[in-house]
């Protein structure tokens, strides 16, 4: 089992930044993908970013120039630099890995709030 715990979210005013950090722990064999997702009321959720275990990126074209993904593989983390943000940025954010334990699966976090005010 992968336990997910996300940190960083709150209110931030239009322009500003946010930092959100995903650490994984437990019976971890690899990492593969690590992914943000994010869910504003009344929508689906949708992909923000994801990063592949060699490190190659892709952005959801809403965020791309201000968004930027990364991890530290050797401590299981991944984080969302987050600049220029906007009021539609705001949602509940999840953090997305695949790894193996060894059986393959999917695991999400509990989710953090990113209110952007206008």
Known sequence: QVHLVESGGGLVQSGGSLR???AASGSIFRIYTMGWYRQA???????VAIIMLGGST?????????FTI???????????QMNSLKPEDTAVYYCNVRASTPTMSDYWGQGTQVTVSS
Do not use: H, I
Request: glycine share 6%.
């Open 41 to 47: 009321p009344g929508k689906q959720r949708e992909l």
């Open 20 to 22: 959100l950090s995903c």
């Open 70 to 80: 990364s991890r530290d593989n050797a401590k299981n983390t991944m984080f969302l």
């Open 58 to 66: 892709n952005y959801a074209d809403s965020v791309k120039g201000r």
